[in-house]
C-alpha cells in the first residue's frame, strides 16, 4: 500500500520514523534556495543535498551534500533523489520551460513522495491575477503534474520577496537607489502582503520539521500531512510603497527632498510590460507583474490566509528588512541575468 495513503504513523510499516530527514533542493545557491537551504541545516533535523549542474558557480553552505547533475541525462537526477524524502524546486523564471518537469518526472521515478514546486509567489487561489501575471497557468500545471505521477505537493504563498524587490530596481517596488528615484504606481498607497527572504526559509524549515503524519486518529498537532496538496501562507509585512518609502528614508537618513519621484499608472505599466513580453522582451515581465499586483481595486494582499502563528513564525522589524534589501542591491546588479527576468 502506498504510505501516502496510510493516514497516521501507527499505521506505517516498522522501522517508519515520523519525520522528514532527508531534503533535496534544486537551487540551493540561488536568491530563495539559498535561505531555505541556511534555514534547513540550523534546525540540525534534516540532511540538506543539493542537486547542481556540473558547470554551477553557485557556492554552497559547509554541510550540504552535492549531487552533480546533467538535465538531459535523467538517470543522473533520479540517483540524485534516490531515497529523498522532500524535494524543493527553486529555480530562476528564465529557466528553461521544460526543467521542472524534467525534476518531478525524475522524483516520481525515484520514488520522492512530496515536492514543494518552484511557486513562491502570490496565493494560489487568485486564478484572475494569476492569469493576468501569466504565473498562474504555469504553476497550476506544475501541480497537476505532480499529483497526476502520484506524488504530493506543497507550494508556498508568501506575496512577493520585500528585501530582493526593494534591492531588484524600479521595475519592482519603484526604487532606484543609484538615482536616488522613486516610481509611485498611482498614489502609492495600495498595500501588499510581502515576505523577507528569510521568513520564507524559516517557514519552509519549520513545515519540513514537523512531525509527517499524526499518531492516531486522537492525535491534533500540527503535521506535515496536513499541508498536502495545499499551500502554506505566510508573510512578513504588509505596506505600501509609501510605508516602504518612508522605511528607506529612516534607513538611509534622507528626507523626501532628496529623491525624484514620480507617478505612474499601475494599468498603464501593466499594459506595456504586457506588450514588451509579447515582443519578445522579458524585461517586461517584472514591470507587469509588479505593476497588476499594485492593481487598488485587486492588490496581491494575502495576509488574511497567513499562517504565521501557527508557524510559530517570529514578528520582523520592516527597517532590519529594508536595510537587508539595500545589501542586496549590489548583489543584484552584479547578476545581470536575474534582472532582465
Known amino acids: 500500500m502506498n504510505r501516502n495513503m496510510l493516514r497516521y504513523a501507527r499505521g506505517q510499516p516498522a522501522g517508519f520514523k515520523n519525520v522528514i530527514e532527508r531534503v533535496a533542493i534544486v537551487g540551493a545557491g540561488g536568491t530563495i534556495g539559498s535561505h531555505i537551504t541556511a534555514a534547513l541545516l540550523q534546525t540540525g533535523k534534516h540532511s540538506v543535498k543539493a542537486l547542481t549542474r556540473k558547470d554551477s558557480s553557485n557556492k554552497l553552505p559547509d554541510g550540504v551534500q552535492v549531487a552533480s547533475i546533467d538535465y538531459n541525462d535523467q538517470a543522473s537526477i533520479v540517483a540524485a533523489l534516490k531515497g529523498q524524502q522532500f524535494f524543493i524546486i527553486s529555480m530562476a523564471p528564465t529557466a528553461p520551460r521544460d ?3 524534467k525534476l518531478v518526472q ?7 513522495p512530496y515536492v514543494m514546486p518552484n511557486s513562491y509567489a502570490g496565493d494560489i487561489d487568485s486564478n484572475k491575477l494569476g492569469v493576468d501575471t501569466l504565473l498562474g497557468p504555469v504553476a497550476k500545471a506544475n501541480r497537476d503534474e505532480i499529483e497526476m505521477l502520484g506524488m504530493q505537493w506543497i507550494s508556498v504563498c508568501c506575496g512577493f520577496w520585500y528585501d530582493y524587490s ?27 502582503s510581502t515576505s523577507t527572504l528569510s521568513q520564507v526559509g524559516r517557514a519552509v524549515a519549520k513545515l519540513l520539521s514537523l512531525k509527517e503524519f499524526p499518531d492516531g486518529e486522537n492525535d491534533k498537532s500540527l503535521t506535515l ?9 505566510l508573510k512578513s509585512f504588509v505596506v505600501s510603497q509609501n510605508d516602504m518609502f518612508e522605511s528607506v528614508k529612516r534607513v538611509t537618513g534622507t528626507s523626501e527632498a532628496d529623491w525624484t519621484i514620480t507617478h505612474e499608472s499601475t494599468m498603464k505599466r501593466y499594459e506595456e510590460g504586457l506588450a514588451q513580453v509579447k515582443a519578445g522582451n522579458m524585461a517586461g515581465f517584472s514591470k507587469l507583474l509588479y505593476a497588476r499586483s499594485f ?4 492588490p496581491a494582499d ?35 541575468e536575474r534582472m532582465a527576468a
Open 99 to 101: 526543467t521542472h518537469s
Open 106 to 112: 525524475a522524483a516520481a521515478k525515484a520514488g520522492v
Open 166 to 192: 526593494l534591492a531588484g530596481g524600479e521595475s519592482r517596488f519603484g526604487f532606484d537607489f543609484d538615482k536616488r528615484s522613486l516610481t509611485l504606481y498611482d498614489d502609492g498607497n495600495t498595500k501588499n
Open 225 to 233: 500531512s496536513g499541508f498536502f496538496n495545499k499551500a502554506v501562507y
Open 295 to 298: 492593481y487598488p481595486d485587486e
Open 302 to 336: 494575502l495576509s488574511a490566509k497567513a499562517q504565521n502563528e501557527l508557524l510559530e513564525l517570529p514578528n520582523e522589524s520592516l527597517d532590519e528588512a529594508t536595510k537587508a534589501g539595500l545589501d542586496l542591491v549590489k548583489v543584484l546588479q552584479q547578476r545581470a
